[in-house]
């Protein structure tokens, strides 16, 4: 489903403050695999995730999805194939406008627009059956502005518009580290149930060693932009977050991940 291939990315090339953020990066997923990404600050995790949404251009290596080569499209032309969920609530959603037209343009795209935009009453019970699922009131709040919500419920929001056509690729970006603990653990079910429910081939970057043990099929630690750790299955469930920042010492020939990784 997603295969990115050697993958370099050089920022400020051949200037003082050149840095090489992914260094020769492999990886492959394969379809339906939730996939956890942890790593201290500057280890590469979202700058892989944006290399691979088209946010940058990269140096070297390819990038696939679905069998499609997708290395030199930009941005806008990898959305097709993508759902995208960020740190910070504000994105991913328009402000000005109302839940339903939100859900509406999350809908449609991809698809041509014509003059007859409105949201359609068969459209509009199937956002309230998706919303309800939420818990939190906004299936009664279809009108209301989406920036009316608080962070939680429009993050929610976010994910839901993110999966509303059941992308080839789902990326979530640290999504609940603007949020209260509370708030986060319920985004991070929901975010678990869509994955599960529609079979979502998904990058979660994160940086709790708890969540990423406790969320996904398999979990890979990147460090200077290479991953050092990649396990799946039965070693991913027996890991305990002091196993795994034991690992990254023993690996990386470093103890810096204690001043930027959560242990939960």
Request: charged share 30%.
């Amino acid at each position: 489903m997603l295969d990115a291939k050697d993958v370099v990315k050089i920022f400020n090339h051949g200037t003082i403050n050149e840095k090489t953020a992914l260094r020769g990066v492999s990886l492959h997923l394969k379809e339906g695999e939730f996939v956890s990404v942890i790593g201290g600050n500057g280890a590469g995790k979202s700058t892989l995730l944006s290399a691979i949404a088209g946010v940058y251009g990269v140096d070297s290596g390819n990038i696939s999805i679905d069998d499609r080569d997708v290395t030199r499209l930009p941005e806008h032309r990898r959305a097709k194939y993508i759902g995208r969920v960020f740190q910070d609530p504000m994105m991913g959603t328009a402000a000005n406008m109302e839940i339903e037209e939100n859900l509406a343009l999350a809908a449609r795209r991809g698809q041509l627009r014509g003059l007859k935009w409105g949201v359609t009453a068969s459209e509009r019970a199937e956002y309230r059956d998706k919303l309800r699922r939420l818990d939190l009131g906004l299936e009664n709040r279809l009108t209301s502005k989406v920036g009316l919500l608080s962070g939680g419920q429009r993050q929610a929001l976010t994910l839901l518009m993110a999966t509303l056509r059941k992308p080839k690729l789902l990326l979530l970006d640290e999504h609940t580290a603007a949020l209260d603990p509370k708030t986060a653990a319920k985004v991070l079910e929901l975010s678990e149930e869509l994955i599960h429910e529609n079979n979502l081939t998904t990058m979660m970057v994160t940086h709790n060693m708890r969540d990423a043990i406790a969320h996904g099929d398999r979990l890979i630690m990147m460090y200077d932009g290479k991953i050092i750790i990649d396990v799946e299955g039965e070693t991913k469930r027996n890991l305990t977050a002091k196993q795994l920042l034991d690992k990254f010492e023993e690996l990386s020939g470093s103890s810096e991940a204690d001043g930027n990784l959560l242990l939960g």
